[in-house]
């Protein structure tokens, strides 16, 4: 009985590392992403709030379908601080072509994406010593090289120690 109920915690704790974190798609972005809540997956947040803890790294996976032909990624990283938005060193502003892999996850895809096709974003942001312990919401988009919106979301989150 003792083995089975090991089994039972042991396949619950791998399903709960490997499912999506609640997330919704950021204020005033146009496009709506189906599903969007499958799709992203923070470090190994199910439910937010998202606990960011100083001086770790903390991953981010992203399954997106571009509606255009994508040239050029850049992502778009912040965190909400009392109605300001404050940048993500390191993460906000950079080619995101890099990060982008086909759908199996392991395939370096790189820019230029088809519209339609299934593509996977992974990188991690750096909580850093300086950021204070705030409860936030964190905005991670990436932008198409016409300034649009691919695919975005916001979570809750604390940054802590």
Do not use: H
């Not at 992203?40 to 997106?64: A, E, H, W, Y």
């Amino acid at each position: 009985m003792m083995r089975v109920l090991l089994a039972v915690f042991a396949f619950a704790a791998l399903v709960a590392l490997g499912a999506a974190t609640q997330v919704k798609p950021c204020s005033g972005v146009e496009r709506t992403i189906d599903n969007l809540n499958e799709r992203i997956q923070v470090g190994g947040c199910n439910k937010p709030p998202c606990r960011l803890r100083k001086d770790t790294s903390v991953g981010i996976t992203m399954k997106f379908q571009p509606a255009e032909n994508v040239k050029s990624l850049q992502t778009a990283v912040s965190a909400n601080i009392l109605g300001v938005p404050f940048p993500f060193i390191g993460v906000d502003g950079e080619n995101a072509c890099d990060d982008v892999y086909l759908k199996d996850g392991t395939t370096k895809a790189g820019c230029d994406l088809k519209a339609g096709e299934e593509y996977v974003y992974k990188n991690s942001i750096e909580v850093l010593k300086i950021y204070p312990r705030v409860k936030t919401v964190v905005s991670w988009g990436l932008k198409d090289q016409k300034g649009n919106y691919v695919i975005c979301f916001e979570v809750p989150a604390r940054i802590t120690n």
